[in-house]
């Protein structure tokens, strides 16, 4: 029968453990990253980006990191916290239009106590 | 105020109604975004508008229209909708500079039921 829904990855980590979220982009042309947090009932927060110049950013407890041979980007979550729980999603910046976004499925990431 | 305001939150209508959402951006930014998340698919772009222009329609039906007066209001305008419309509808925004966009800001979505 029909999907009533996406069945989105779920990563469950032990709090402060560290967090993986992987996400596999699908134009090689892109050239412009972002990865979004979602909290329930809220919309997307900006996290961290990344340009296809560079193969890692830091942020505050998140780090991206970009392979563009294999169109993989990654967020790593530092001493997961509670409040980290939320679906993260990817986004790339689709060339040549500079202006569309496309985001991927995401990922649930639950922190267990 | 927050960066991207959105209302209502939350509407519920039937389908030969006509209703409207609203969306101001207090960010001074030079594009703006309608976005539908469903529960069936990923993010979904729906209109691009630059300095009031619209750039881009994402094939969407005519059912939605989008109006934009001037770079800080977004308006998208519901007429004779489906149930399958029913979605978390968000607005964004940002700053394009010499054809590259910076990151998107969200509002928090207004949430649709069609009945």
């Known amino acids: 029968g029909e999907s009533v829904g996406l069945h989105l990855p779920t990563l469950s980590v032990q709090e402060g453990d560290n967090s993986i979220i992987n996400c596999a982009y699908s134009?090689?042309?892109?050239?412009?990253f972002i990865w979004y947090k979602q909290e329930s009932g809220k919309g997307p927060q900006f996290i961290i980006d990344i340009r296809s110049n560079m193969d890692k950013r830091q942020g505050q407890r998140v780090t991206v990191l970009l392979n563009k041979t294999v169109k993989h980007l990654s967020l790593q979550i530092a001493a997961t916290q509670p409040g980290d729980s939320a679906v993260y999603f990817c986004a790339e910046n689709y060339r040549p239009d500079g202006q569309n976004f496309v985001f991927g499925p995401g990922t649930r990431l639950s922190v267990l106590p | 105020e927050t960066g991207v305001t959105q209302t209502p939150r939350h509407l519920v209508m039937g389908m030969t109604n006509k209703k409207s959402l609203k969306c101001e951006q207090h960010l001074g930014h030079n594009a703006m975004y309608w976005y539908k998340q469903s529960a069936k698919k990923p993010l979904e772009l729906m209109f691009v508008?630059?300095?009031?222009?619209?750039?881009e329609n994402n094939s969407v039906p005519s059912r939605f229209s989008p109006e934009c007066p001037n770079s800080s209001h977004l308006f998208l305008h519901l007429h004779t909708l489906q149930p399958e419309d029913s979605a978390l509808y968000l607005c964004?925004?940002?700053?394009?500079?010499?054809?590259?966009?910076?990151?998107?800001?969200f509002g928090e979505g207004s949430r649709l039921t069609v009945l």
């Open positions: 134009n090689s042309a892109s050239d412009y």
């Open positions: 508008y630059n300095f009031k222009e619209q750039t």
């Open positions: 964004a925004s940002s700053q394009v500079t010499g054809g590259n966009t910076g990151e998107l800001f």
